[in-house]
Nanobody, 116 residues
């Protein structure tokens, strides 16, 4: 079992920054990839960024150059630094942990709202 708890969502003006955190607990040794996804109202959940234990990262084209995913292994935490936020970044952001077996765990989500 893996538990993921997100935090850091907020209301911010366009051009501003936020840092999301995802604290992992449980059988974290079995996690192959951590990631952030987001879901806007009326839209499907989409990939934002992923990172592997070897710190290989991958980003959606829409956030490249603005968002950075990182990990703090000592704290079992994954971060998503979001800069130059746009109104279209407004969504519920979910932390994702994909196990070596392929099973996926999700956090409860944190709301990010960017006002114009």
């Amino acid at each position: 079992q893996v538990r993921l708890v997100e935090s850091g969502g907020d209301l911010v003006q366009a051009g501003g920054s936020l840092r999301l955190s995802c604290a992992a607990s449980g059988s974290i040794f079995s996690i192959a990839t951590m990631g952030w996804y987001r879901q806007a109202p009326g839209s499907q959940r989409e990939l934002v960024a992923t990172i592997t234990p070897s710190n290989r990262s991958n980003y959606a084209d829409s956030v490249k150059g603005r968002f950075t995913i990182s990990t703090d292994n000592a704290k079992n935490t994954v971060y998503l630094q979001m800069n130059s936020l746009k109104p279209e970044d407004t969504a519920v952001y979910y932390c994702n942990g994909r196990l070596i077996s392929g099973y996926v765990y999700w956090g409860q989500g944190t709301q990010v709202t960017v006002s114009s």
